[in-house]
């Protein structure tokens, strides 16, 4: 009885390596395969600065946060694969069981083919160009990857919905990084923005999206404070003055044909 119940036993631990490779995956082949051909090639643009890595970068898409620690040293020791509003595509996809790692712009060892860095010279000056055109030295990036962390096992999951997870770290609607600065500007500055005008609080980029580059700037100081007035229009005409304290606005002037007109009180002595 004794040996019966050792043989058992023994033939249990025999299985228990097959039993967990066989939950290494919760997708079948066939959702592996359509979920693969659902993301790969997929085009994003980043939201955050992601940084090279040789290791996949930790997500958790369950709280939304990445392990800030190991992104950070990634950046310090290979610098960044894409900065904010860089266009990434999605180029390889690998299943394991508590994490689904995706593989961006061909991941660490990625970056432009050996063709792409061949140039070839001639004309005046002996200019060297790329046998690809200019837009080869842009069109692949170096490389990264994420491994979107589950510590319970990864889920059944479409690929929207982890496109959903990704929102934090990337826009697969491939909007500006123009628009989503906006976005993350207080409510008053991006609705000044919609409607082209300026308001204090605004910084330089904020300006420059809602009113575009001024027709000439001009420096002073007052009471030991340096000003740079930005100033829009030509008299005769309306004529819009936006002062800024270092990177700030704090001030907004308007005057109609050289006859004044203040819309905001004088500059506040700074304390």
């Known amino acids: 009885m004794r040996r019966r119940a050792r043989a058992a036993a023994v033939a249990i631990l025999a299985l228990a390596p097959v039993a967990a ?24 643009t ?32 290979w610098g960044p694969a894409a900065q904010m509003g860089d266009l990434v595509q999605i180029t390889k996809i690998k299943f394991e069981r508590k994490r689904l790692i995706l593989e961006i712009n061909g991941g660490f060892k990625g970056g432009r083919k050996w063709w792409q860095r061949i140039q070839v010279g001639g004309g005046v000056g002996g200019t060297m160009t790329p046998i690809g055109g200019t837009s080869a030295i842009r069109a692949n990036p170096v490389g ?36 989503q600065y906006i976005e993350s500007l207080p409510e008053p500055v991006q609705a000044a923005i919609k409607e082209q005008r300026a308001i204090e609080g605004m910084d330089r980029d904020a300006v420059l999206i ?39 606005v704090v001030r907004v002037r308007e005057a109609y044909g050289g006859l004044g007109g203040s819309t905001m009180p004088e500059l506040p002595v700074p304390k």
């Open 21 to 44: 490779a066989a939950r290494e995956y919760r997708y079948s082949v066939d959702e592996r395969i359509a979920l693969t051909r659902d993301l790969t090639a997929e085009y994003a």
């Open 46 to 77: 980043a939201k955050v600065s992601l940084p090279r890595s040789k290791k996949p970068l930790p997500f958790y898409p369950e709280t939304g946060k990445s392990d800030l620690e190991v992104w950070s040293d990634a950046h310090q020791e």
């Open 144 to 179: 990264t990857s994420i491994a979107l962390i589950f510590p319970e096992g990864v889920p059944e999951l479409d690929a929207q919905q982890i496109k959903e997870m990704l929102k934090p770290l990337l826009d697969f609607e491939k909007r500006s990084a123009t628009e």
């Open 210 to 248: 809602a009113l575009g580059k001024p027709n000439r700037k001009v420096r002073e100081k007052k009471n030991g404070v340096e000003y740079e007035d930005w100033i829009y229009g030509t008299p005769p005409g309306k004529v819009t003055f936006v002062t800024f304290r270092g990177n700030k």
